[in-house]
């Protein structure tokens, strides 16, 4: 017999991410570039009036040109001058060796420091204090941001039910949604970092609570499993850093003890939200923590000389000005640092349709094959008060892709159809936000050319697992690898071309 009180659980499905577009008069270009190509033909027509075809056809021919190299754009949506402005930059930034680094006394460090390289060499980290403690916060003085960084430590899903996943997937969507009103939050993101197990932190908690009056078969059969489980395993570490602006409303910028002052204030109720989500015990990373993170990023071969400090209890003392590498070297498609090797791919494309809870699962989980892998989701809430205007704004565009044509693609239905479901969800309050996701590999020693090949082959079917596009950020892999780190740093703000602009183009 079925007992009618028994509910059968039905997996939650999510979805409904539209790209952000400003749809322009001509097919295939943005406002801006419409405007731009308009105004190379208005610029023609005088030099017709006035019987100077030769520089009215230049005109004309250059207005085509730049009408084909901003239009033409590739399976992950680069168009050709993205591509040519990336090759230029690559280009310059070689030429003046800005893609190497060099640390210590030989190096460009004052006083022989290993500074953090490229966009991280000016940023700080200060230390504040909250009723629970201290904690760090890094200071980045080009972008006037304060970020503050959570260690989590997150549940799984391994013997969860069903309803206690999709309860903490409704936290999680109600905590983004309240981050559009948290004054001066201009992103915050999520990092999860795996990497094969050290047996030297198994075997430091084995001999720490050792009571060495143990028979001999016990003894025998923990050095059994000290030796034996570590292999194959792996560990998981996730971060949460909110990254906030010393922008007043009124314009005005905060000082950096009101700042400090202000994120000591808000700690708690960060930590109570991160933790109704899943992510388990969270608390803030103090000045030693990030400063250890960073040079065990950069030097992966540095986390197996700390665990071994930690087991004879040998305290480390580290510096910001000191936990940079000693040598990097940026590549067209990889990043040398100290003992690692790096490749940083960026998502290009959502998951088209909808997807279940789990999709992220085989792409966040470790790989035995590279010391470590980074994937980071980067957010950036827009604020209350232009969440209806966003809306309002990709209803428009939509309607006016469907009906701008005589027989509607089933592309433009569906994304009409995707943009009024977000209008009506907004209005009953959920949040509205951009996201990127950035997946960092790194890699042992130099790296042969077929150990590469497969890691990215990995990768990348990874990410069609978990129906990702990634694409290899070319040209940028220093940056690229920064910006992955749960440091709070906003590559928008470092565009040859300004973000407000290539949005539109």
């Not at 949506?77 to 230029?88: D, E, I, M, N, Q």
């Not at 910001?320 to 990097?328: E, H, I, S, V």
């Not at 089933?410 to 209008?423: G, I, S």
Request: net charge neutral; with cysteine.
């Amino acid at each position: 017999m079925s007992d009618d009180n028994t509910r059968i659980h039905k997996p939650r499905t999510y979805g409904n991410w539209i790209e952000p577009r400003t749809p322009g008069i001509i097919p295939g270009l943005g406002l801006l570039g419409s405007g731009l190509v308009f105004a190379g033909i208005l610029l023609a027509l005088p030099f017709m009036l006035f019987n100077l075809f030769i520089w009215a056809i230049a005109i004309f021919m250059l207005t085509c040109a730049f009408a084909y190299v901003i239009s033409r754009k590739d399976v992950h949506g680069k168009s050709l001058a993205t591509k040519l402005v990336v090759r230029v930059g690559w280009w310059v930034s070689t030429v003046r060796r800005e893609n190497m680094y060099r640390g210590g006394i030989l190096g460009f460090g004052p006083d022989g420091s290993m500074l953090l390289p490229g966009l991280l060499a000016k940023t700080q980290v200060l230390q504040a204090q909250s009723a629970q403690g201290a904690f760090g916060v890094v200071y980045c003085p080009r972008q006037h941001t304060y970020t503050l960084v959570l260690r989590t430590s997150p549940n799984g899903e391994d013997l969860v039910d069903p309803e206690q996943v999709d309860l903490w997937v409704a936290e999680w969507a109600q905590s983004k949604a309240e981050m559009a009103d948290e004054q001066g939050l201009l992103q915050y993101s999520v990092t999860v970092e795996t990497s094969p197990a050290n047996p030297l932190q198994l075997r430091q908690e084995v001999t720490n609570q050792a009571d060495g009056n143990e028979p001999d078969f016990a003894a025998s059969v923990m050095s059994t499993i000290v030796d034996s489980y570590p292999q194959g395993s792996s560990q998981a570490a996730a971060y949460v850093a909110f990254t906030y602006s010393d922008r007043r409303v009124s314009g005005r910028r905060r000082s950096q003890q009101d700042m400090l002052n202000e994120l000591a204030s808000r700690l708690p109720y960060l930590v109570e939200k991160m933790q109704g989500t899943g992510a388990g015990a969270c608390s803030p990373m103090d000045v030693p923590d990030l400063c250890r993170y960073v040079r065990i990023a950069y030097d992966p071969q540095q986390a197996q000389q700390f665990d071994i400090a930690d087991m004879q209890r040998v305290p480390v003392s580290l510096q910001w000005k000191n936990c940079g590498p000693m040598a990097t070297q940026a590549s067209w498609d990889c990043y040398r640092h100290d003992s690692g090797l790096s490749e940083t791919w960026e998502m290009t494309m959502t998951p088209k349709g909808v997807v279940q809870a789990t999709i992220l699962k085989r792409l966040l989980a470790a790989q035995q094959d590279v010391l470590r892998k980074r994937v980071t989701w980067i957010f950036r809430p827009v604020p209350a008060d232009r969440k209806p205007d966003v809306v309002d704004k990709d209803v428009n565009q939509a309607d006016y892709a469907v009906n701008s044509s005589k027989k509607a693609k089933p592309r433009d239905m569906r994304r009409a159809r995707a943009a009024n479901q977000t209008a009506e969800e907004e209005a009953n309050g959920a949040g509205l936000e951009n996201f990127a996701c950035l997946v960092t590999v790194t890699m042992a020693g130099r790296g042969s050319a077929d150990e590469r090949a497969d890691v990215a082959s990995s990768v990348e079917n990874l990410g069609s697992t978990a129906r990702l596009r990634l694409r290899p950020v070319y040209g940028s892999q220093d940056s690229a690898f920064a910006a992955a780190l749960p440091l709070g740093l906003s590559l928008r703000q470092y565009q040859a071309v300004p973000a407000k602009y290539s949005d539109m183009l």
